[in-house]
C-alpha cells in the first residue's frame, strides 16, 4: 500500500531528476553562492570549532565545492555530502563538486 509519505517522496524526487540539469541556474541566488553568507558561516565553524560538515541534501553539491575552498582556512575540517536524487549527483560529477560529496541513493 503506497503511503501519502510514499507519493509525496515520489513525486519530490521526480521533481528534481526532472530538473537537475538546471538545479544551479535555478538556485543561483541562494546563499551558498554568496560571500557573506559563506563568511559568516565560516566564522561559525571556526567558533563551533568543527571538524566536520555535513551536507544533507547537497543536490549539485554547489555547496560542498564553495565549503571545500574554504578549508584551506579551516584546515581540519571535512566536508562531506549526501544526496538522495541520482540525477543530482551525476551533475554534481559532471560540475566538479563530488570531491567530498558521498551519493546516498534511495
Do not use: K, W
Not at 571545500?68 to 566538479?96: K, M, Q
Amino acid at each position: 500500500m503506497t503511503t501519502p509519505t510514499d507519493r509525496g517522496v515520489e513525486l519530490q524526487r521526480q521533481y528534481y531528476t526532472e530538473t537537475a540539469a538546471r538545479y544551479e541556474e535555478m538556485h543561483e541566488r541562494e546563499a551558498s553562492g554568496d560571500a557573506t553568507h559563506m563568511a559568516f558561516v565560516l566564522a561559525m565553524l571556526r567558533r563551533l570549532q568543527a571538524q566536520t560538515v555535513l551536507d544533507v541534501g547537497t543536490a549539485s553539491g554547489r555547496a560542498l565545492r564553495t565549503l571545500s575552498t574554504l578549508t584551506n582556512r579551516i584546515p581540519e575540517l571535512f566536508v562531506c555530502g549526501i544526496e538522495p536524487v541520482g540525477a543530482l549527483v551525476d551533475h554534481a560529477v559532471i560540475r566538479g563538486n563530488t570531491e567530498s560529496a558521498v551519493p546516498i541513493i534511495g
